[in-house]
């Protein structure tokens, strides 16, 4: 039930790309995200020149543009680009542990979890729970950390049944998502939060409040479990393939997909500080790199690449495109739904009742 | 599939008869008496604390009373008692035959998409038709629901990955994601529509104007009598279309109908209360399980059980939070989620 090119089901019965389609499919989405996080640096109220951008950027230029770069559009393009590597990286992870394009973690309710604690966190006023007190002595970063491992934990407990059904893994996942975005709507309308968007702009997923005093704590935290990624490469190339031969091959099996889980879970959990539960990137893009690269499995590395481009081009849009700036998250669900939707619709072998 | 068809074939016994008629007059009652004690309870507890004998003297004597309570009482929380019972039954009503319909314990039409296609609507009427009186964002509401629930069969219809059950719930899950979407896009872009729609997206019963409810009472009556005209329909629908059909059912008519009910009811609810999801759901599982052997009379107690836990929840909504209130939307989701997870599980064995 590994995604290949038969959609949902079974491994391709294509020929597999080699490494050379690999390289241009990803030079030509780097190009893409390069492209893309110019044009909103350099776009706006007030135009700066490319030339002016790679000034800014480089450090060299201290005038107003240079400002206005820097300071006001740098934020919204580096956490897109957190956020779109973070979420197209785990969303790549569990798909190919529970063999389920559906299981990501923005649809089976792990980014809604965390940002249910994330907000319980920023949330200022402590009449709200008695939980809050000690959860709003947490860092945001590290609150969404745990809330998006409570969630997880939660929907995988629930839909264990000798093993993991993807129907099931959906259904509970679906209904965990529906509890957390409650919930967040439930500290969002009672908590006094300072400077945080509506909880209509939060729910959806946005990156016009975008904190940059987190970003630091983020980045260490996606950078430690990344090493962890590239320590566990090996574990995950061969659970993907076939868990019986990756046993045989002298690998714990069970300790392997645990913490494998934990890093992507986690992944998709610290993000959603910065932005919210944005939906659909990290089930569409380890999809959309998938197909195009031809990969036997949703490659972790093709998927965060993707995921950046997805944001950047999201949020370009949803800035440049509207009267008023949109939150990012309308955009990705417009550009995630129809993957989903193509990906159901090809499927033509039953993978869960 | 869990739908009971459980009527016996055979004649039962005249002592059966009479113990199920006597269960039946119980539940029939317990249910008077539980709407009842629920619409007492909107009535007498409120997010500001009025003491109960202020309650019953503005209901006695309104003169006696101070103004201000007066106008809490009969300004706010009768009309959102009112509300409350009219959008929970329909809503009850809407689920059940949604369960019935699509033969799957986990339909509901918050869940099938219908209620968030009637929310797009009037949204998108608002911004782009200008609309602006009731009557408009009921048939806007209306369209919604039917189109956006044909939508939810038809792509359901195709899809080959997964089983009924949890493709129709995941086909929904999507459709209304895309629908919310959109809605928020339009929200956003259009000031005088934030404004009006404060809080709408999430269901909220409070603020809601009585003046909807001439505008809706078409629907609520088409409604009822599609639901009545459907009743024979349902033993058959239990067994599957094909059983259904031999048993001399036009399936395709009791389908439509049937559908057709379900946007009436589910469009004239989302109307005056915004999208709200699971009344639907929860509802049709309470009464099956007070009603196990009798599947039409479960389908028609959905309409008490659906006004009981949608005021319900509104009342806890008032009472749990410290300051403010809840919007009933996100209470009945509370409840009703963890409720989903168990159905799921239970089903998905």
């Known amino acids: 039930m590994t995604p290949g090119s038969r959609g949902l089901r079974g491994h391709g019965s294509r020929a597999r790309g080699g490494l050379t389609r690999r390289v241009l499919v990803a030079c030509v989405f780097g190009c893409v995200g390069i492209v893309f996080a110019l044009l909103s640096l350099s776009t706006g109220d007030v135009d700066v020149p490319i030339p002016g951008v790679v000034r800014a950027v480089l450090g060299l230029d201290a005038g107003t543009g240079s400002f206005v770069v820097t300071e006001l559009r740098a934020p919204r393009v580096i956490g897109a680009i957190i956020v779109g590597v973070g979420l197209g990286a785990a969303g790549a992870i569990t798909q190919s542990l529970l063999r389920n394009p559906l299981a990501s973690p923005d649809i089976i309710g792990v980014t809604a979890g965390a940002s249910t604690a994330a907000v319980l966190a920023l949330a200022s006023s402590s009449a709200l729970l008695s939980v809050q007190s000690w959860i709003a002595g947490l860092p945001v970063p590290l609150a969404a950390l745990a809330g998006g491992l409570i969630a997880g934990s939660l929907v995988l407990a629930l839909a264990w049944r000798r093993g993991l059904a993807p129907h099931r893994v959906v259904l509970v996942g679906l209904g965990v998502n529906a509890g957390f975005g409650a919930a967040t709507s439930w500290v969002l309308l009672h908590a006094d939060l300072p400077g945080l968007a509506s909880s209509l702009t939060w729910l959806t997923g946005s990156l016009n409040q975008v904190r940059t005093e987190i970003f630091a704590s983020v980045a260490l935290i996606i950078a430690i479990i990344l090493v962890l990624l590239v320590l566990l490469g090996r574990t995950l190339a061969l659970l993907r393939y076939d868990v019986r031969i990756a046993g045989g091959l002298g690998i714990h099996v069970p300790r392997g997909q645990l913490m494998l889980l934990i890093a992507a879970i986690g992944l998709a959990a610290v993000v959603t500080a910065v932005a919210g539960p944005v939906p659909f990137v990290a089930f569409a893009a380890p999809q959309i790199a998938l197909a195009a690269m031809r990969t036997e499995g949703p490659p972790v590395a093709g998927g965060a690449l993707v995921g950046a481009v997805m944001m950047l081009t999201a949020d370009f849009a949803a800035v440049r495109l509207f009267s008023s700036a949109l939150p990012v998250g309308v955009i990705t669900s417009f550009i995630g739904i129809p993957v989903l939707l193509w990906l159901l619709l090809r499927t033509h072998r039953r993978v869960g009742s | ?349």
């Open chain 2, 1 to 349: 599939m869990t739908i009971p068809s459980g009527t016996p074939a055979t004649a039962p016994g005249t002592a059966t008869r009479r113990h199920r008629r006597l269960r039946l007059t119980l539940i029939t009652a317990t249910a008077a008496v539980a709407v009842m004690l629920s619409a007492a309870a909107s009535v007498a507890f409120g997010s500001q604390p009025m003491p109960l004998s202020q309650v019953l003297t503005v209901l006695r004597d309104p003169a006696a009373a101070g103004s201000e309570a007066v106008a809490v009482v009969w300004g706010l929380r009768i009309p959102r008692t009112i509300v409350g019972l009219i959008a929970g039954a329909a809503l009850g009503v809407a689920g059940a035959l949604a369960q019935v319909h699509t033969r799957n314990p986990l339909a509901d039409p918050g869940l099938l998409g219908v209620t968030s296609g009637a929310g797009f609507a009037v949204i998108a009427g608002m911004a782009f038709l200008g609309l602006n009186a009731p009557l408009q964002y009921v048939w806007c509401a209306l369209v919604g629901a039917a189109l956006s629930g044909a939508l939810v069969l038809l792509i359901a219809g195709r899809i080959r990955a997964f089983g009924p059950i949890t493709t129709i719930v995941l086909t929904g899950a999507i459709t209304s994601a895309l629908l919310g979407a959109a809605s928020t896009a339009i929200v956003l872009t259009h000031e005088e529509i934030m404004r009006s729609f404060q809080g709408w997206s999430t269901g909220a019963l409070v603020n809601r104007q009585l003046d909807l409810l001439p505008a809706i009472a078409p629907l609520l009556a088409a409604g009822i009598v599609l639901t009545l005209v459907n009743l024979p329909a349902w033993p058959g629908l239990a067994l599957g279309d094909e059983l259904a059909a031999g048993l001399g059912r036009n399936v395709a008519a009791d389908r439509t109908i049937g559908i057709s009910a379900i946007a009436v009811l589910a469009a004239a609810a989302t109307a005056i209360t915004g999208p709200l999801a699971f009344i639907g759901l929860l509802s049709p599982h309470v009464a099956r399980r007070l009603m196990p052997d009798a599947p039409i009379a479960a389908v028609l107690l959905t309409a008490p059980i659906g006004a009981v836990l949608l005021l319900a929840a509104d009342v806890l909504g008032r009472v749990v939070v410290t300051h403010g209130e809840l919007p009933v939307g996100v209470a009945t989701a509370l409840i009703g989620a963890p409720v989903f997870v168990v159905i799921a599980r239970a089903v998905t064995r």
